[in-house]
């Protein structure tokens, strides 16, 4: 995969998403919404302690040879930045889903408020999405360092 791909798909693909959703959507909003958001809230925190996690585990093992390698390369600089933007883009879903479920009224929505609704969940759709592709990106790379390394 191309740098310049690599670097922006998570985020293009976000965009198709939650702008796909929003176009096509036609007012309908997933049943169970306000628990979707719950439990989407609690992976969020999940896949932020494991990036922070990653982040540690790099610092430990800065002295083996593949990753003075990558150092030298500009590849090091390069995962550490998805993985900072990884754990931001999480970061943003978790709070979105908090906001999500603190104003998700337990009443059905009222006609003039799907609309918002809709475009509301298109943005944490994006958002998401990004996140996911953003933390699948770092998860790929990084699995190529660790096989890297248990090669010797």
């Known amino acids: 995969m191309g740098e310049f ?18 176009w096509l959507n036609g007012g309908w909003i997933p049943p169970g919404l306000k628990d979707l958001l719950s439990g989407f809230l609690n992976v969020a925190s999940i896949v932020v ?20 390698r990558s ?11 998805y993985i900072v933007s990884a754990t931001y883009w999480w970061l943003a879903s978790a709070l979105l889903s908090a906001v999500g479920v603190a104003i998700i009224p337990p ?3 009222a006609d003039w408020q799907q609309p ?12 998401s999405v990004t996140s996911a592709l953003g933390t699948i ?8 360092i660790l096989k890297s390394i248990s090669k010797g």
Do not use: C, N
Request: no cysteine; glycine share 12%.
């Open 71 to 81: 150092k030298e390369s500009g590849a090091y600089g390069m995962l550490v930045g």
């Open 5 to 22: 791909i690599e670097r922006h798909y998570p985020w293009f693909i976000g965009f198709v998403a939650g702008v796909g959703f929003w």
């Open 107 to 109: 009443d059905p929505l």
């Open 116 to 127: 918002i609704a809709v475009g509301l969940f298109s943005g944490w759709l994006f958002v």
């Open 49 to 68: 302690g494991f990036l922070v996690t990653a982040k540690s585990i790099l610092l430990s093992i800065d002295h083996k040879w593949i990753i003075q």
């Open 137 to 144: 990106r770092v998860l790929s790379i990084y699995s190529k």
